[in-house]
């Protein structure tokens, strides 16, 4: 969420169009954290977010008392973050391998900032890539990912779904869990919103996906919000 007229300015010269949206949706890290953190503590972690875009994770970890750094690309994005305060590391995800990071972070959040086709065809450099990523966490410590899958349009669309069935197979067999969301509401609520049928959470360190009380007690409502906005309606909480 951008809070303020320099903020807005500043983000306007963004590079992803959903970034320089001032009314982008905050919603989901909350909702993360309730259903996929239960009883984890993150008082006094270092936590890793990769590619934060208005910082909402980040925050919602400063506030249970973590430590929060980013790796950004996009230069009015980092400097967003520091102007708030988050340490922000510059850089190129696809360069993760090579990018000047401090490692032995207790935590890693990515949400929509990786994408598997960067590595189309290629399965070592895809598996690098993530075995990478998981090594910049301490080997106690979770890792919380969800990929932002943009192929190739000339890819043949079967190709599509094989290629993120490998990226999970990966994910697996380097000891994460997949939780696949039941609905695209479900997806929502998290603040998830790519529309496909291969979407997965990828965790590791984290106690399984649970639906928290106050989640179902939520869903009836973020559903009727959804609904209204589809429609074109003000929605009031
Ligand atoms: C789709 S947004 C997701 C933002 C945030 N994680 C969320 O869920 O709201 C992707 C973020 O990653 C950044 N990003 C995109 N490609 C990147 C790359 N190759 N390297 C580093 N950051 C990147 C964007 O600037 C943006 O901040």
């Not at 500043?10 to 970034?19: D, F, M, N, V």
């Not at 939520?218 to 429609?231: E, H, I, K, Q, S």
Request: aromatic content about 12%.
């Amino acid at each position: 969420m951008l809070r303020t007229p320099e903020e807005i300015a500043l983000l306007s010269t963004a590079q992803e169009p959903g970034i320089r949206n001032p009314a982008r949706s905050e919603h989901g890290p909350e909702e993360i954290l309730g259903d996929f953190f239960a009883d984890v503590s993150l008082s006094g972690q270092r936590v890793l977010e990769l590619g934060p875009g208005h910082y909402e994770f980040c925050e919602a970890i400063a506030r249970r008392g973590a430590r929060a750094e980013a790796i950004e690309l996009d230069p009015p994005v980092i400097e967003l973050g520091r102007r708030r305060g988050f340490r922000v590391w510059p850089g190129n995800l696809l360069h993760l391998p090579s990018l000047e990071v401090e490692p032995g972070f207790d935590g890693l959040f990515c949400k929509g900032s990786n994408n598997p086709f960067w590595f189309y065809g290629h399965e070592a450099a895809l598996r690098n890539y993530i075995a990478k990523m998981a090594g910049l966490v301490r080997p106690d410590g979770w890792l919380w990912v969800v990929s932002c899958p943009f192929s190739n349009p000339a890819l043949p669309p079967t190709e599509f779904g094989r290629w993120l069935d490998v990226e999970a197979a990966i994910y697996r067999e380097l000891g994460f869990r997949e939780w696949v969301p039941p609905h695209r509401l479900a997806a929502a609520y998290y603040g998830i919103s790519f529309e496909h049928p291969r979407l997965a959470v990828f965790t590791k360190g984290l106690p399984p996906h649970r639906w928290s009380a106050a989640t179902l007690a939520r869903l009836p409502w973020f559903a009727a919000r959804v609904a209204a906005r589809r429609a074109g309606r003000v929605f009031a909480r």
